[in-house]
């Protein structure tokens, strides 16, 4: 069963949030994907890449977790989405870019520093980029002819997740636009 937070409590993350142009070709291909795979198909307005999981995190530490946040050197930067695969071991199947994005690093690496120094808990799993559009997936090799999608990143954000009985529902807390090197946010 599911770990849903506590009333004092709010279970967070940060991550990229695509605008709806990418947002809608990422779902074509994810409804592609469900043809073949079956599964649970990742609702449209849910579709994000994940940064940093924080999971239950107390309500009284979210303000700190922003001001946080907002200290991170963060560049605008573009990737490319070109790759398309499912992991067995969980199910999921997912989209990603096949290479990380140095600023796609820097801005993770920056986010569990600051994290890290506030003194609050994260998901320590090594980062690795990729954009789930199927969960439950019955993974067998795909034949998809995946689409380069280019993803304009020009902020990042907080994100809280709410369980109910259909699953998972996000809502973007905070939105943190770039902070060039060696300046502090604000």
Known sequence: MPRIASSNSARVFFALWPDAEVRQALMRV???????????????ESIHMTLLFLGDTPEERLAELAAAAATVPFEPFTFTIEQADCWKHNKVAWVAPRDTPPALARLVSGLEERIAAEGLRF???????HITL???????????????????????VLVRSELDSNGSRYAVSGRWPPVPQGRPGV
Do not use: T
């Open 123 to 129: 998901d320590r799993r090594p980062f690795a980029p």
């Open 134 to 156: 199927v969960r439950k997936a019955r993974c067998a090799p795909l034949e998809l002819n995946m689409p380069r999608i280019r993803w304009e990143v020009r902020e990042f």
């Open 30 to 44: 994810g409804l592609k994907m469900h043809r073949q795979l079956d599964g649970k198909l990742a609702r449209e």
